[in-house]
Nanobody, 120 residues
Framework: QVQLVESGGGLVQAGGSLRLSCAAS????????MGWYRQSPGKQRELVAF???????NYADSVKGRFTISRDNAKNTVYLQMNSLRHEDTAVYYC??????????????WGQGTQVTVSS
């Protein structure tokens, strides 16, 4: 199985910054894409940012220009740099990793979530 360990969440004032990390481990042959989703009370989970193995990125309109997703392939780790945080960014952030096991079977794995709270 694939294990995902998230870190970097916490409390921050509006206008501040946080950096989230998610490290994947397990019987992984390759990772095709890594991303971040978020969910707040009463809301459905939504895509925040995603990055492919080739480096192509995809962002929610609400975070474009403020958030940056990146990855370290050697460490099987994805990062989300969040700047100019707003109260509406408050949510639980979930890491998502897609790839192949050593057997070549594909996987789609989720982290347990990390809380980001932005005060206003």
């Amino acid at each position: 199985q694939v294990q995902l360990v998230e870190s970097g969440g916490g409390l921050v004032q509006a206008g501040g910054s946080l950096r989230l990390s998610c490290a994947a481990s397990g019987s992984i042959r390759s990772i095709n894409g890594m991303g971040w989703y978020r969910q707040s009370p009463g809301k459905q989970r939504e895509l925040v940012a995603f990055i492919t193995s080739g480096g192509a990125t995809n962002y929610a309109d609400s975070v474009k220009g403020r958030f940056t997703i990146s990855r370290d392939n050697a460490k099987n780790t994805v990062y989300l740099q969040m700047n100019s945080l707003r109260h509406e960014d408050t949510a639980v952030y979930y890491c998502n990793v897609r790839g192949q096991y050593r057997t070549l079977t594909r996987f789609d794995s989720w982290g347990q979530g990390t809380q980001v709270t932005v005060s206003s």
